[in-house]
């Protein structure tokens, strides 16, 4: 079975039943939350009620819960000094929520140095994670990053030598993200290259996750804008050959393209990467003008 799903939302009143039924209502067969807005740490607790009825939905739909990905708020960053202290009791609660709510897996941006320097961040990152990760049932997954700002993973030997520093290493692994690849100069259109490459530095075993999204910048921008499947500079066939890819399918595949409008586009992309077609009129069938 595919593995594609999008992220979506969780509210505090309905936690992460209402996410479930949010994936469902797409069509698909796994998702990504953040356990509160993406863009704070504001979090309320877990309801176990909530867990036990989400779970019983996941299992009547056929919905994998070891392979449901749980995402860090993107402010919290490891690299810098300034909000280091806050940053590592933050990832603590949030493995707890996670462990809470029965997630194996936390995406997390590993961080910007801003000004500190590649080395300094990174040094600061993995005292970070060796720290988190003491009294852990939670993989931290390393997102592969644009290389925007001060940005650090922005390619696989930065994330190596993350990962060669962490003390535990089952509970460490990478997120790829396509626009994010393509951001920092990785070639979609060679994708068999890229795993080549991050099989001989890293290693197959900690490739978890993959986010698919499009880029509405060029190979080597280091922007980091994502766009909706097939109307980037990625392109509809690079996106499927990697959502298609014979080494990737127990990986979940989970979208984090724009909005239209108001509009959630993950129903009607999921749909149109089911049927392998592109649909070049899908932006006005969202919008509802088609
Ligand atoms: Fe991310
Ligand atoms: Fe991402
Ligand atoms: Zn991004």
């Known amino acids: 079975m595919l593995l594609i799903g999008s992220h979506v939302g969780y509210k505090k009143d309905t936690g992460i039943l209402g996410s479930v039924k949010e994936a469902l209502s797409y069509g ?12 704070n740490t504001v979090r309320s607790p877990i309801d176990e009620n909530l867990v036990k009825e989400a779970n019983e939905l996941m299992k009547k739909n056929n919905i994998d819960k070891d392979k449901i990905i749980v995402h860090a708020p993107y402010i919290i960053n490891l690299a810098n000094t300034e909000k280091y202290e806050f940053a590592v009791e933050f990832l603590k609660q949030e493995i707890k929520r996670c462990e809470q709510l029965g997630m194996k897996y936390l995406v997390l941006h590993p961080g910007s140095h801003v000004g500190l320097g590649i080395d300094i961040g990174i040094k600061n990152i993995v005292s970070g994670l060796n720290e988190v990760l003491k009294n852990s049932n939670v993989t931290i997954l390393l997102e592969t990053m644009a290389g925007k700002g001060s940005e650090i993973g922005k390619n696989f030997d930065e994330l190596k030598r993350i990962i060669d520093k962490v003390e535990n290493k089952e509970l460490i692994g990478v997120c790829m993200d396509t626009c994010h690849l393509n951001d920092s100069g990785y070639n979609i259109s060679e994708f068999d290259n890229i795993l080549d490459t991050f099989s001989n530095k890293i290693g197959m075993k900690y490739l978890k ?42 990986i979940p595949k989970i979208l984090e393209t724009p909005y239209v409008d108001k509009y959630a586009p993950y ?9 392998k077609i592109f649909d070049e009129n899908l932006i006005e069938k969202i919008k509802g003008t088609c």
């Open 267 to 275: 129903k009607q992309e999921i749909e149109m990467i089911k049927k």
């Open 209 to 250: 996750c993959i986010h698919i999204n499009d880029s509405k910048n060029i190979l080597s921008s280091n922007k980091d804008r994502h766009e909706n499947i097939g109307f980037g500079t990625i392109g509809f066939d690079n996106l499927l050959k990697v959502i298609y890819h014979d080494k990737l399918k127990d």
């Open 28 to 39: 698909a067969t796994t998702f990504m939350f953040y356990t509160g807005a993406p863009q």
